[in-house]
């Protein structure tokens, strides 16, 4: 069994196999905390509509803020979204999306995502330096926020590497490739990544509690 052969295979199917077992985990153990019995009389209803309302409202910093926060919110939400597209916009990543899952939809233009590639890699090398410059996030950050970087930056870049057909051998590129989509696959479960699943259930829960108060957040 070459490189390939071990990343396509049996890696892949380890690393999904961590990666549905550690979001379970992860969920189920939230889903157990104890949780005290909310005896107040609602003074307004709608908690599903204050959860959206929250949701969307946080996503956005308030007008005071705006202008110290706009450079990590431009950085942040650039490798987001662009990360997104490549992923989901990609062919090849669709089709093995829908080898998985049975779920498929059509592609973006090799070119569309090669530029958002290279926006995201650049969007993620700046947030980088911001946090390694910034006194409080420098402060702030640990292992897992560096080596949640680090899983996700490899991707891309192995992935700019491959189509490139630049440093090796094209299936020793895609194999590297698809090795480190896996390692993230298998750390997003136990590290701060987790965030894109958490945080619009925290945004939404918050929402939800605002509203049933009658307060507006």
């Known amino acids: 069994m070459n490189l390939l052969d071990f990343a396509r295979g049996a890696a892949m199917k380890w690393s999904l196999a961590v990666f ?9 153990g939230i889903l157990l905390l104890h949780r005290t019995h909310d005896y107040s009389v609602p003074r307004a209803h709608g908690a599903l509509l204050g959860a959206l309302r929250t ?12 202008a110290r926060t706009a450079y990590g ?30 779920l498929g939809w059509n ?3 090799d070119g569309v ?5 290279v926006v995201t890699l650049i969007a993620l090398i700046m947030a980088l330096i911001r946090r390694v410059t910034h006194p409080v996030l420098k402060l702030l950050s640990n292992f897992d926020d560096y080596f949640s970087w680090v899983v996700t930056a490899a991707p891309v870049v192995t992935g700019l590497l491959t189509v490139a057909h630049y440093g090796a051998r094209y299936e020793t590129l895609l194999a590297l490739h698809i090795l480190s989509f896996e390692v993230l696959l298998v750390w997003f479960p136990f ?6 699943l ?20």
Request: hydrophobic residues 50%.
């Open 20 to 28: 549905v077992f550690g979001i379970f985990w992860r969920l189920t």
């Open 55 to 66: 949701i969307i409202a946080r996503s956005w910093p308030r007008r005071e803020f705006r």
């Open 73 to 102: 919110l431009a950085v942040s939400y650039a490798f987001h979204i662009g990360l997104a597209i490549v992923v989901f916009g990609f062919v090849p990543h669709i089709l093995l999306i829908r080898s998985l899952t049975g």
């Open 107 to 109: 592609g973006l233009p």
């Open 113 to 117: 995502i090669y530029f958002c590639a």
């Open 191 to 196: 590290g701060k990544l987790m965030h894109g």
């Open 198 to 217: 958490l945080l619009p259930v925290a945004r939404g829960q918050t929402g939800a509690f605002y509203a049933r108060r009658g307060v507006n957040p």
